[in-house]
């Protein structure tokens, strides 16, 4: 099992920035990714970043060149981290931490955080 708690979200005004903090606990730390989603009310789950074991990110591309994503490893916990700069309206939605365990391929999601961004 893989515990992950998301933080960080909140308002920020269009042009600001936010980093969100997922913290990943439990019987395995060794995923195959981890990444951030997001839901924006009325649309269905999106995919926004990600980076592998190896360090390597991908983005999708409404948040390419503004969003960074990051991870860190410390004892017992891993932590991933999304910068988001020069924020817009269209990026207010529930983020969600997402990581993939290797071998059985399952998916943990935390519980979101919310991120709206107003004009």
């Known amino acids: 099992q893989v515990q992950l708690v998301e933080s960080g979200g909140g308002f920020v005004q269009a042009g600001g920035s936010l980093r969100l903090s997922c913290s990943a606990s439990?019987?395995?730390?060794?995923?195959?990714?981890m990444g951030w989603y997001r839901q924006a009310p009325g649309k269905e789950r999106e995919w926004v970043a990600d980076?592998?074991?190896?360090?390597?990110?991908?983005?999708s591309d409404s948040v390419k060149g503004r969003f960074t994503v990051s991870r860190d490893n410390a004892e017992n916990t891993v932590y991933l981290y999304l910068q988001m700069n020069t924020l817009k309206r269209e990026d207010t939605a529930v983020y969600y931490c997402?990581?993939?365990?290797?071998?059985?391929?399952?998916?943990?999601w935390g519980q979101g955080t919310q991120v709206t961004v107003f004009a």
């Open positions: 439990g019987s395995t730390l060794s995923f195959i990714a």
């Open positions: 980076i592998d074991r190896q360090g390597r990110t991908t983005y």
């Open positions: 997402n990581v993939v365990t290797p071998g059985d391929y399952e998916n943990y």
